[in-house]
């Protein structure tokens, strides 16, 4: 349309502003790292519906899907708990933090999860690792997660995926493993976790 169309009224700078702003976010994913969970239930089949799940989510991808790992429960009495089965994903997403973990409740609620002791069995939990090298100490939402850099059920599979990973403000995730070693977090070559496609 030609600009001197009369009745095309003049858009305001401030407007301009807000859509360039969102046309770069949506055109500049961020990547984000997720931990993913379960020691309850069919654990395979509920860690690759959490899986699909996220990439069902509008503004979403899951961009690489680590081996699975059957590992001791951390941060509990030997022997109360059954073990887990954990993998780590890494997404892109344009998504901001702040979604991205609403959408990890809703899908524990997908599946049932029930919250009533503090690292209690679990169908599934869906853990925000990383966002982009986001640092935040805000409990609704702590960026990177606050317990990540100490757990190996976690680096161990992420530094599958990215081994040059970093926990932000912490460090390489390949040096808070070799400090901390792997015991605990056993491959499980038989069992496999699909990319959705
Ligand atoms: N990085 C994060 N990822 C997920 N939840 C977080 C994060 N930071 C803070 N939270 C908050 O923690 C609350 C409790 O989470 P959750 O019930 O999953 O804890 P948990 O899995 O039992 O233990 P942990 O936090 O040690 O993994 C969530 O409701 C959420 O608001
Ligand atoms: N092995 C293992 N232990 C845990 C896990 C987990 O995913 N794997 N999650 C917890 C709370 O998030 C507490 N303890």
């Known amino acids: 349309m030609s600009s001197s169309d009369p009745t095309v009224q003049p858009v305001p700078i401030s407007v301009v502003e807000q859509v360039d702003a969102a046309d770069v976010t949506l055109s500049n994913p961020k990547r984000a790292v997720i931990s993913l969970g379960s020691n309850l239930g069919n654990r395979l089949e509920i860690l690759q519906g959490a899986i699909d799940a996220l990439e069902d989510t509008p503004g979403l991808r899951v961009k690489a899907v680590s081996p699975v790992y059957e590992t001791d429960?951390?941060?509990?009495?030997?022997?109360?708990?059954?073990?887990?089965?954990?993998a780590v994903v890494l997404i892109k997403t344009t998504l901001p933090p702040s979604s991205l973990l609403e959408r990890g409740h809703a899908i524990e609620e997908a599946f049932e999860?029930?919250?009533?002791?503090?690292w209690g069995p679990r169908t599934i939990d869906v853990d925000i690792v990383a966002y982009q090298d986001v640092v935040s100490d805000d409990p609704h939402l702590t960026l990177p997660h606050p317990r990540a850099h100490e757990r190996a059920f976690v680096l161990v599979p992420w530094n599958d995926v990215d081994p040059q990973a970093e926990v932000p403000g912490r460090g390489a995730v390949a040096g808070l493993l070799a400090a901390m070693g792997q015991e605990g977090v056993r491959v499980r070559t038989d069992l496999e976790l699909r990319l959705p496609e």
């Open 113 to 118: 999860r029930v919250r009533d002791e503090r």
């Open 73 to 86: 429960p951390w941060g509990v009495e030997p022997g109360t708990q059954a073990t887990y089965f954990n």
